[in-house]
């Protein structure tokens, strides 16, 4: 009885959590009229930066990316634990202009979701070593969670100068 | 006071022979617990079990059906919520619909989502499906030109050549090649049903099962209880005696 209980917890767990849809995101990140996407493939000298932003390879060879005028829009994935959470980022120049989940997945945790947390990365940039340029608060028991965050902070800022669009293109 | 003596005796009998009785599962609880609490960092939570036995315990089964789809010298398949490259588990995806090849890329369409592979099973993106006015996707085909086009709703939507924009396409005049389930090796089935089977069971699951005793069902519990109270047993006794120790000593 206890075993089918215990098998059954995962069916039992919340379903994922969606705060925006992408279309959400986009639409919010260029007021209303995003433009088309653009690519960029994670390879060569940017897979390996990613890498050492991440501590271990993306897991995908390439990313999609909304530009316009200086400020870019990506939506990237990381496990927290178990599970990946869907983070969108907009880049303004050098400095992040606003970092939200999209969807949480996890079972614990989901308080990095609240703009109470994620506004902490609003006007951050990137330090040449590459940390981030301001101290990131944690949450008691969304330690993981709050370090995916961190480095997918990390990686759109690299991303944003890397693919161009800083320079506006 | 013989009385108190002889009872004092039999608890401190009884106390070595529980102590010695719960040994064996004291330590095997302090070492499963240590793996537990380490299971993140010894990527317990990662591996999977593949023990038949085991498996067989937990009643997992194998998937209720596979569909596979012939994509050159490859074969794609779904089986439950998971995608196998020539019998190789490469991703997870939402109710697998159909596969095609296009451009060098392997293209799985799942009902939300379309995931693009290399040959060697790297995920090369993660589409979620969601053009405006779409429904959920279908089926999958490909147009003349190998242009990959998908069925929503009984309309179809056909993709630009690096499937980052979605097109809504008249259906007149066009007639897309939907490719259809067919049988798979039996190597790559029999390789897909292992996995599957495999994948549903942890090895920190198995772990933290055998910790609490919920392995061996209710009973095991019963006996999880009887163990921690006798625990309880030699630490309250333990105590008492220690206290009974020190005021003899002071009464010296």
Redesign the interface.
């Given at each position: 009885?206890?075993?089918a209980v215990?098998?059954f917890l995962p069916a039992l767990a919340p379903a994922a959590s969606v705060y925006e849809?992408?279309?959400e995101f986009l639409s919010r990140a260029f007021s209303g009229s995003p433009p088309?996407?653009g690519?960029t493939w994670l390879s060569g000298e940017r897979k390996v930066t990613v890498r050492e932003l991440l501590g271990h390879d993306y897991?995908?060879?390439?990313?999609?990316y909304w530009c316009r005028a200086g400020r870019s829009a990506w939506v990237l994935?990381e496990i927290g634990?178990?599970l990946p959470i869907t983070v969108g980022v907009v880049i303004e120049r050098d400095y992040i202009n606003s970092l939200r989940v999209l969807t949480y997945r996890e079972n614990r945790g989901g308080e990095v979701a609240t703009p109470a947390f994620t506004d902490q990365f609003s006007r951050v940039a990137l330090e040449d070593g590459g940390a981030l340029d301001a101290n990131i608060d944690g949450i008691s028991g969304a330690t993981l969670s709050v370090k995916a965050l961190t480095r997918l902070a990390r990686v759109a800022l690299f991303l944003h100068t890397d693919s161009g669009c800083k320079d506006g293109a | 006071m013989a009385r108190k003596k002889s009872r004092a005796s039999v608890v401190r009998r009884l106390h070595r022979s529980v102590g010695a009785t719960t040994a064996l599962f004291i330590i095997f609880m302090v070492l499963s617990g240590l793996a537990i609490n380490h299971s993140?960092g010894l990527g317990f939570?990662q591996r999977h079990v593949s023990q038949p036995f085991l498996l067989d315990w937990?009643?997992l089964a194998g998937p209720e059906s596979i569909s596979n789809f012939a994509l050159g010298d490859d074969w794609l398949s779904f089986a439950g919520s998971q995608l196998y490259l020539n019998g190789k588990s490469v991703a997870t995806i939402s109710s697998g619909v159909g596969a095609v090849s296009s451009r060098d890329m392997l293209i799985a369409a799942g009902s939300e989502e379309l995931l693009?592979l290399?040959h060697d099973g790297?995920?090369?993106?993660?589409i979620?499906w969601?053009p405006?006015g779409a429904d959920r996707i279908e089926s999958i085909g490909l147009l003349p030109g190998n242009v990959v086009v998908v069925q929503s709703a009984g309309q179809l939507w056909r993709a630009d050549s690096?499937l980052?924009?979605w097109q809504h396409a008249d259906g007149t005049g066009i007639s897309p090649i939907w490719p259809a389930s067919v049988s798979v090796p039996a190597a790559i089935h029999q390789a897909i049903t292992r996995q599957y089977r495999g994948d549903g069971l942890s090895l920190e699951?198995v772990l933290?099962?055998v910790h609490s005793g919920?392995?061996?069902?209710?009973i095991?519990?019963f006996i999880y209880d009887l163990l921690a109270l006798a625990v309880g047993f030699l630490a309250i006794s333990g105590l008492i005696f220690w206290l009974r120790g020190r005021r003899n000593k002071s009464n010296l």
């Open positions: 009885m206890m075993l215990a098998l849809t992408q279309t088309g996407p690519i897991p995908a060879l390439r990313l999609r994935n634990k178990e | 993140n939570d937990y009643g693009l290399d790297n995920l090369i993106e993660r979620a969601g405006p690096d980052l924009n699951r933290l099962d919920r392995i061996f069902g209710s095991g519990i």
